[in-house]
T-cell receptor, first 112, second 111 residues
Framework: NAGVTQTPKFRVLKTGQSMTLLCAQDMNHEYMYWYRQDPGMGLRLIHYSVGEGTTAKGEVPDGYNVSRLKKQNFLLGLESAAPSQTSVYFC???????????FGQGTRLTVV | DAKTTQPNSMESNEEEPVHLPCNHSTISGTDYIHWYRQLPSQGPEYVIHGLTSNVNNRMASLAIAEDRKSSTLILHRATLRDAAVYYCILNYGGSQGNLIFGKGTKLSVKP
């Protein structure tokens, strides 16, 4: 059982480039989340989704877009990367009635 | 959204109990209290949760104040592997919409 899988694990981008981070879960969870974590800081919620085809803004949504075309996948896009988006990105999923949220291992993104 | 307040850091000695406090004075009646921890270079993992009554599991115990405005995560015998950042968060029962984390408490365990 893979749980929550994030792709890629590491990436270096140049300023202005675009990329998409993929989060996949195999637990049939309704809710999925994208967070960023800067050094020495807690997790900040970027966007989340409460079901297929729906997304909502979190605490720090600017500069990011998301899509949830399939229930098992939640994509995080950076249209024009900036050095301020250098961070570790975590994806999580859960469902109504679930004991907890499950997290991926993170994607370390560096924008130069 | 109801907020939580935790100390930035705590220290413990190995094999001693650790009590990690969390204040949540604006908690609503339907908010569950969840604790997660994040080991170095890993994603957060679930520790324990509760609503009103104290809870125990194989990892820890959760003591919830009678007025629910505070709670305490108890690690009965800290090990070096328990060194992590511990997050106390509130989660609306029946809905997993906004899952907001604070800064957490960084626990150091000394041998």
């Amino acid at each position: 059982n893979a749980g929550v899988t994030q792709t890629p694990k590491f990436r270096v981008l140049k300023t202005g480039q675009s990329m998409t981070l993929l989060c996949a879960q195999d637990m049939n969870h309704e809710y999925m989340y994208w967070y960023r974590q800067d050094p020495g800081m807690g997790l900040r919620l970027i966007h989340y989704s409460v079901g297929e085809g729906t997304t909502a803004k979190g605490e720090v949504p600017d500069g990011y877009n998301v899509s949830r075309l399939k229930k098992q996948n939640f994509l995080l896009g950076l249209e024009s990367a900036a050095p301020s988006q250098t961070s570790v990105y975590f994806c999580a999923s859960t469902s109504t009635g679930a004991t907890s949220a499950f997290f991926g291992q993170g994607t370390r993104l560096t924008v130069v | 959204d109801a907020k939580t307040t935790q100390p930035n850091s705590m220290e413990s000695n190995e094999e001693e109990p650790v009590h990690l406090p969390c204040n949540h004075s604006t908690i609503s009646g339907t908010d569950y209290i969840h604790w997660y921890r994040q080991l170095p270079s890993q994603g957060p993992e679930y520790v324990i949760h509760g609503l009103t009554s104290n809870v125990n599991n194989r990892m820890a115990s959760l003591a919830i104040a009678e007025d629910r405005k505070s709670s305490t995560l108890i690690l009965h015998r800290a090990t070096l592997r328990d060194a992590a950042v511990y997050y106390c968060i509130l989660n609306y029962g029946g809905s997993q919409g906004n899952l907001i984390f604070g800064k957490g408490t960084k626990l150091s365990v000394k041998p």
